[in-house]
């Protein structure tokens, strides 16, 4: 019912910048609540940021509060993510993920009913 496709991913150097997109097609309604996790090679995927339909309530996970910032264009069915000074423990698959509930939480993979097939950012040291 509803895709989601990201992109923005590539290699940078430790201290860059990249910008993530997301996409969303299908029952937008089911979009209120978007987020991006992250996951590395044999690692658990792991809650990164997440934001409301209105973009007025956000979260961020303590390791990238400061550096990441999460926003949406509605008009767009978009979902960004602006990743600044980023590091290499920062290496990872980003999926991009869509929820209908603030009541069903936000910082569990749990939480959210669709995903992307994820975009790889690594950064090099």
């Known amino acids: 019912q509803v895709q989601l496709v990201e992109s923005g991913g590539g290699l940078v150097q430790a201290g860059g910048s990249l910008r993530l997109s997301c996409a969303a097609s299908g029952r937008t309604s089911s979009t209120y609540k978007m987020g991006w996790f992250r996951q590395a090679p044999g690692n658990e995927r792991e809650f990164v940021t997440t934001?409301?339909?209105?973009?007025?309530?956000?979260y961020y996970a303590d390791s990238v509060k400061g550096r990441f910032t999460i926003s949406r264009d509605n008009a767009r069915n978009t979902v960004y993510l602006q990743m600044n000074s980023l590091k290499p423990e920062d290496t990872a698959v980003y999926f991009c993920?869509?929820?209908?509930?603030?009541?069903?939480?936000?910082?569990?993979?749990?939480?959210?009913?669709?995903w992307g097939q994820g975009t790889q950012v690594t950064v090099s040291s």
């Open positions: 993920a869509a929820g209908t509930y603030w009541r069903d939480g936000y910082s569990r993979t749990t939480s959210y009913d669709y």
């Open positions: 934001i409301s339909w209105s973009g007025g309530s956000t």
